[in-house]
Each structure stands twice: as structure tokens, then as C-alpha cells.
């Protein structure tokens, strides 16, 4: 069964550092996700991809994150300088076609130190 | 009602008894729901989905129930086993760009 894939699993980092946090969504699909998870607390929206633009992004989204889509099977979210406030699992998502499921990938936890 | 952070509603059921998680959503105009299961260090798992135009939808095992009248959904296990174990989320699709709005979610245990 198709799945989405996220690498590293796990990413730790000094603040201001930047970051890049892959995923190869399933590949038929044409709508992609970010959400992040900060521990204990539940899943937030950061962006919506489309069509190689945003189609959507949350408040968390400023502009120290962008994403991309750079060849046919990978999406990017790169953070350029972290903060602490940025550890949390970040979790892919990917959709086949417009009003149907999101099938998320299993996330890359990120630590800020 | 709304839990934040660790507290968590949870929901212990004795193993092979049914399970029944409740959500509650504020927008009427919602029309299309998802739950997830996330087991703990995984990412959320479909589980089954329901539109506006439906009551209800049976899938393996799983019942998902739609109330629009009090913006309620429900969604219950048939025969809970231990790997049942997990925390369950609705969200809410929202209708432009599909963006999930996550419940704050309930933890189910299963007792063997």
C-alpha cells in the first residue's frame, strides 16, 4: 500500500540554524501538507501546496518557513533560522484529488536546543 | 468539551466491549470529516471518513455518526482490542484548500 515517507526521523538542531525536513508524498497525489505537533497538544495546519504554489498557510507560517516542491517526487519545509519554539513533530501530508482524505506521513521529530 | 495540552479526555474500555469517541465541531457549514488514530510517535492513521450528505458510514469494525442538528460526530469500534490502544482525532476539512482542523482528541486503553 502506497505510503507517505518523511526523512530524518529525527533532527536536532542549535537555534538559528536552519533546517530542511523531507517527504515524498504518495505518488499520484496533487495536494500536499505540512502540520506540526508541539508534545502533548494536537495537530496544526501550517501549509497547503497545489499546483507548485501555496495554496493556503497558517499564522505559524511567517517567513521563516517556505516549502518546495524541487522535482516530481519530493516536498521540502525548510525552516532558515529555528527557534526553540519550533520543537515539535512535523508531519507530511498528501491528498489525491480536491474534498478527499489526507494520508500523513509517520513525521520528523525536530529539537531545537 | 475542549481539553488542552496533557488533559486529554480517555476512555477505558475492557477488551472486546465497544468503544464510542464523541467530537463536537462549532462550523455548520462543515461538510466533510476524518478521523485519525495516532498511535504514540506515529503520525495520525485514516480511519474513516464521512460527508455532510450521510448519517452514517460503516467501515471494518468502525461506525462513523454524523449529527449536523448539534454539530456532533461519533465514532465507534466494534469489539475493541488491545492494538485499538491510541489516541483518536476528528478533523474538519475545511472547505477551501482542504486545510484539517484537528479536535483536541481522546485517549483510548483497552484492557485486556
Known amino acids: 500500500e502506497p505510503e507517505v515517507t518523511q526523512t530524518p526521523s529525527h533532527q536536532v538542531t542549535q537555534m538559528g540554524q536552519e533546517v530542511i525536513l523531507r517527504c515524498v508524498p504518495i505518488?499520484?497525489?496533487?495536494?500536499f501538507y505540512w502540520y506540526r505537533q508541539i508534545l502533548g497538544q494536537k495537530v496544526e495546519f501550517l501549509v497547503s501546496?497545489?499546483?507548485?504554489?501555496?495554496?493556503?498557510k497558517s499564522e505559524i507560517f511567517d517567513d521563516q518557513f517556505s516549502v518546495e516542491r524541487p522535482d516530481g517526487s519530493n516536498f521540502t519545509l525548510k525552516i532558515r533560522s529555528t527557534k526553540l519554539e519550533d520543537s515539535a513533530m512535523y508531519f507530511c501530508?498528501?491528498?489525491?484529488?480536491?474534498?478527499?482524505?489526507?494520508?500523513f506521513g509517520p513525521g520528523t521529530r525536530l529539537l531545537v536546543l | 468539551g475542549e481539553s488542552v495540552g496533557l488533559h486529554l479526555p480517555t476512555l477505558s474500555v475492557q477488551e472486546g466491549d465497544n468503544s464510542i469517541i464523541n467530537c463536537a465541531y462549532s462550523?455548520?457549514?462543515?461538510?466533510?470529516f476524518i478521523w485519525y488514530k495516532q498511535e504514540s510517535g506515529k503520525g495520525p492513521q485514516f480511519i474513516i471518513d464521512i460527508r455532510s450528505n450521510m448519517d452514517k458510514r460503516q467501515g471494518q469494525r468502525v461506525t462513523v455518526l454524523l449529527n449536523k442538528t448539534v454539530k456532533h460526530l461519533s465514532l465507534q469500534i466494534a469489539a475493541t482490542q488491545p492494538g485499538d490502544s491510541a489516541v483518536y482525532f476528528c478533523a474538519d476539512a475545511m472547505e477551501y484548500g482542504n486545510k484539517l482542523v484537528f479536535g483536541a482528541g481522546t485517549i483510548l486503553r483497552v484492557k485486556s
Open positions: 505518488s499520484n497525489h496533487l495536494y
Open positions: 501546496f497545489y499546483n507548485n504554489e501555496i495554496s493556503e
Open positions: 501530508a498528501s491528498m489525491i484529488r480536491d474534498r478527499e482524505a489526507q494520508y
Open positions: 462550523n455548520s457549514a462543515s461538510d466533510y
